[in-house]
């Protein structure tokens, strides 16, 4: 009997610390690895940079897997395709955190997407880091779990006057902004409205349209009747080209200015005519460009994607080096956070991310317990189709309001 009980007490005692042990650990990571999830576009309008972003997060993590993982782990990342659908990205994600058990959800795509997740990571306390969406709302009012990377729509909008100012010598330039309808395009609007202000300039003629829509004829008409020097195009990369397709049948040609997300060859090919040297704000580094991070991205690529996406100034776009970024910075919370790595252990490491380099390529991340959103930078580019890159025209500026 004293015997039974001796077995009875061991056992007893190892079931508590084989509970305690599991009940402590966080979702997603074991002794050897860190499991992410990825929702992107991977078939629908935007699928051309969803596919690229996705795989610069794999790439990224393949190359810091073979160099020994995140303190001794190594990630293991699972894509869901959200076909930039608001409700599909809403189920993709609660697979992945259901089935998958996914330790946080790194780059979500888009800014409509994006914002859909935002009930989830609140209600599971699963960090979004960062998402991919350049909007205010992502970090505006202030989400615990979600944190953002970039330069701002509202700040590249400034940034858009300050050069149709400066360097196209139009002082009090009639503007006229072609949008998504949603905090993405609402953002364009801000900035522009707020350099309207500051210089005493003409009322902004606006157009939007909806994520999934394949018409523009009408919006194309209605800015055109405002009769303005420039346009600035905030829009997914099939939609600014069917737009510009569409002021190429009526001969209608003001200055046409892309956000960062037209940034891509593809979107100039489609365009067209008009797609010829269009001028498109950029705030990553390009590939080409002598910098650690381009290289040591771009011998990555070569290695693991090989000639999907070589030569490199052809096929890593934008949204591959912001998927890359993202990847980056969601490596160094996890390692800053330590070899006992929770939820709440990643979010208090990257409120506490002063001046990361990402090697490069764009300019230094800072977050802060009051702020995850980062301060960006900024410069013009001119597409080149023959070429296939984008020429930039100016220097890097912060961006400010």
Same mark, same amino acid.
């Given at each position: ?18 509970? !305690? +042990?599991? /009940?402590?650990?966080?979702?997603? #990571?074991? &002794? ?7 929702? !992107? ?20 993590? =393949? ?21 930039? $659908? ?14 998958? @058990? ?30 991919? !969406?350049?909007? +205010?709302?992502? %970090? &505006?009012?202030? =989400? ?6 970039? +330069?701002?729509?509202?700040?590249? *909008?400034?940034? #858009? ?29 801000? @900035? ?16 939007? %349209? ?28 099939? $939609? ?78 934008? %949204? ?27 979010? /208090?490491?990257?409120? $506490?991310?002063?001046?990361? &380099? ?7 991340? +800072? %977050? !802060?317990?009051?702020?995850?959103? *980062? ?23 912060? /961006?400010?309001?």
């Amino acid at each position: 009997m004293k015997g039974f009980t001796k077995w009875v007490y061991v056992l007893l005692t190892m079931v508590f610390v084989f509970w !305690s +042990t599991n /009940a402590l650990a966080e979702v997603g #990571v074991t &002794d050897d690895t860190i499991k992410i999830g990825v929702v !992107s576009d991977l078939t629908g309008p935007t699928a051309i940079g969803g596919v690229g972003m996705a795989d610069g997060i794999v790439s990224f993590f =393949k190359d810091l897997n073979e160099k020994g993982g995140i303190n001794g782990r190594k990630v293991e990342v699972i894509v869901e395709d959200c076909a930039y $659908s608001p409700a599909k990205a809403v189920a993709a994600a609660k697979k992945l955190m259901a089935k998958d @058990g996914v330790f946080a959800l790194v780059s979500p795509w888009g800014t409509a997407p994006s914002t859909a997740l935002f009930p989830i990571a609140k209600k599971q306390k699963i960090p979004i880091v960062p998402a991919c !969406s350049l909007a +205010t709302s992502m %970090y &505006d009012p202030l =989400k615990r779990e979600v944190f953002a990377v970039g +330069t701002n729509y509202v700040d590249q *909008s400034l940034f #858009v006057v300050d050069y149709i100012r400066n360097e196209l010598g139009i002082k009090k330039p009639k503007i006229g902004l072609f949008c998504q309808d949603d905090d993405w395009g609402r953002d364009h609007l801000k @900035g522009l409205e707020m350099a309207r202000k500051k210089y005493d300039l003409p009322p902004i003629t606006m157009e939007t %349209y909806k994520y999934d829509a394949v018409d523009f004829k009408s919006q194309v008409i209605n800015l055109r009747r405002a009769k303005p020097d420039v346009v600035l195009i905030a829009s997914g990369i099939k $939609s600014g080209a069917m737009f510009l397709k569409e002021a190429q049948k009526l001969n209608w040609k003001p200055t046409f200015i892309g956000s960062n997300t037209l940034g891509i060859i593809v979107t100039l090919q489609l365009a067209g005519e008009y797609g010829k040297g269009l001028l498109v704000v950029n705030i990553f580094a390009m590939p080409g460009e002598d910098i650690p991070g381009m290289k040591r991205l771009v011998a990555a690529s070569k290695k693991y994607f090989g000639d999907k996406w070589m030569p490199a100034e052809a096929k890593i776009h934008p %949204y591959y080096v912001y998927g890359w970024i993202n990847a980056m910075v969601f490596a160094e919370g996890a390692k800053r956070a330590g070899k006992d790595l929770t939820r709440e252990g990643l979010v /208090a490491a990257l409120e $506490s991310m002063k001046g990361f &380099d990402p090697e490069g390529l764009m300019g230094p991340i +800072t %977050y !802060s317990a009051k702020s995850h959103g *980062s301060p960006g930078f900024a410069r013009m580019s001119k597409g080149n189709v023959a070429e296939k890159r984008f020429v930039p025209l100016t220097g890097w500026t912060a /961006a400010q309001e």
